[in-house]
């Protein structure tokens, strides 16, 4: 081999390795982070312990965040009996002034201890381990869509979920939606949607008590939200859903029969039930945009569409 080809094969040789190494320098390394928590202990009796060894494993803000996500949804179980431990609520400014640091010490043991909690569990155990990595972080109150009579109904503070920033970013978090769901008992289902959501998919189903909390760069007012459908796929947005733009639908307005026009790229099995087994309609997708039409009949209260029968939108009809 000579001198020329030896250079030439050495410089190949480095590129790969650049090429192989990338992800890790540039992006996040988010398998080894999870693994990483799965070793830890499922409970803890002093947050100290939990964030010393978040600080041991875990080097930028990043790492660490991802640490405290996931740890959060994979030990901490939702049980609303918890609401039954502490009181939330407060009188007047003064009561909770008094009261409210208290709270929040006791409902962060409790969630670190038992692995139990509510809302308020999850995301001041996630702020708390923030702060106590130097992480800018704050909670965010404010109100959730989920079942059919939220749509159209008046604002309600119901939900705690967290709002941080990394390398001058803000971003959006809830960990307790990340851990699973509560049908009756609570179903452990962790997942990363809800870390880092991005703002368009978040709005769906949050709406925060300062509208500058949505991280969107043109505000929606609480009425707008409050009439939008419910968008079910977790990657399709609001702007996805051409018509109708209301979530209450009014059949004597539109004779009987409703149109939809919906953006999706993908061509799909569309169906709707009004409650009952679903009901295959004709769709055609017209470079991107299903359109269909459902007929509607009297006495009905709520209209579920499918696509290739899972739950895609959710409407109340008027």
């Not at 923030?130 to 109100?143: A, E, T, W």
């Not at 962790?190 to 300062?210: A, N, S, V």
């Not at 939008?228 to 051409?242: A, G, H, K, R, T």
Request: some cysteine; charged content about 25%.
């Amino acid at each position: 081999m000579t001198l020329n080809h030896y250079k030439k094969l050495m410089k190949n040789l480095s590129l790969i390795l650049c090429l192989l190494a990338f992800p890790l320098v540039f992006g996040q390394d988010y398998a080894r982070i999870d693994a990483t928590i799965e070793l830890y202990p499922e409970s803890f009796e002093d947050i100290e312990d939990l964030s010393a060894m978040i600080s041991r494993d875990f080097h930028s803000d990043e790492e660490k965040v991802r640490g405290i996500y996931s740890w959060i949804i994979k030990n901490v179980a939702y049980d609303p009996d918890e609401y039954k431990k502490f009181n939330y609520n407060f009188k007047n400014y003064r009561e909770r002034n008094g009261k409210e640091e208290k709270v929040r010490e006791q409902t962060i043991e409790r969630t670190l201890k038992e692995g139990v909690a509510v809302c308020e569990g999850y995301a001041m155990l996630f702020e708390k381990l923030c702060n106590m990595q130097g992480i800018s972080n704050y909670l965010v109150r404010g109100d959730i869509k989920t079942h059919f009579n939220d749509i159209g109904r008046p604002f309600k503070k119901i939900h705690m979920w967290n709002i941080a920033v990394i390398d001058g970013q803000a971003y959006l978090f809830d960990p307790t939606w990340g851990a699973g769901k509560y049908q009756g008992k609570f179903i452990k289902e962790p997942t990363y949607f809800y870390y880092k959501t991005p703002p368009k998919l978040f709005i769906k189903t949050h709406y925060p008590e300062l509208e500058e909390d949505t991280l969107l760069g043109s505000m929606i007012s609480r009425e707008v939200y409050a009439n939008w459908p419910l968008v079910i796929v977790e990657e399709m947005s609001l702007d996805d859903v051409e018509m109708p733009l209301s979530g209450i639908i009014d059949p004597e307005s539109s004779l009987g029969q409703v149109d939809f026009g919906v953006r999706w790229d993908e061509d799909v099995v569309v169906s709707y039930s009004f409650g009952s087994d679903p009901r295959e309609v004709e769709a055609e997708n017209q470079n991107g945009l299903i359109r269909f039409s459902i007929p509607f009949e009297l006495g009905q209260q709520n209209l579920l569409i499918y696509f290739d029968n899972e739950p895609a939108l959710a409407f109340k009809i008027k």
